[in-house]
């Protein structure tokens, strides 16, 4: 892994800031995953990564590449992150909107007969 500076400079190495834990608890975090923060727990006692996730993610929804890049850490070291805040009940996940799928014609063609024969 390699090490990030932080705002002081000095560097950090991505394992101290996992507390040396290389995987999440949880295994259902993808990079389009939407991140969500409580707003009614304190972020007293979160180390300053953690703080960060909550900063970032209290105006609105973001995944899990987008607080990983603000963050300048890798995904891996997101998702452990992420993880703790999720068994701490400081962030809640939300699956990414599904793509539409494309219709079957023939349905369209009915409700528009359908639309049709109303009018």
């Given at each position: ?60 929804a973001l995944s899990l590449a987008e607080v990983a890049g ?35 014609a023939r349905i369209l063609q009915e409700v528009l007969d ?6």
């Amino acid at each position: 892994m390699t090490p990030r500076r932080r705002p002081e400079g000095r560097l950090v190495r991505s394992y101290v800031v996992t507390d040396g834990r290389a995987h999440p608890t949880r295994n259902t975090l993808d990079l389009v995953t939407l991140l969500i923060a409580a707003t009614d727990l304190p972020l007293t006692g979160l180390n300053p990564e953690k703080r960060r996730v909550m900063e970032l993610c209290r105006p609105g929804a973001l995944s899990l590449a987008e607080v990983a890049g603000h963050l300048q850490l890798p995904v891996s070291v997101t998702k452990v992150l992420v993880a703790d805040l999720m068994d701490s009940g400081h962030i809640v996940t939300r699956a990414p909107i599904p793509a539409a799928r494309p219709s079957d014609a023939r349905i369209l063609q009915e409700v528009l007969d359908g639309l049709r024969a109303r009018l």
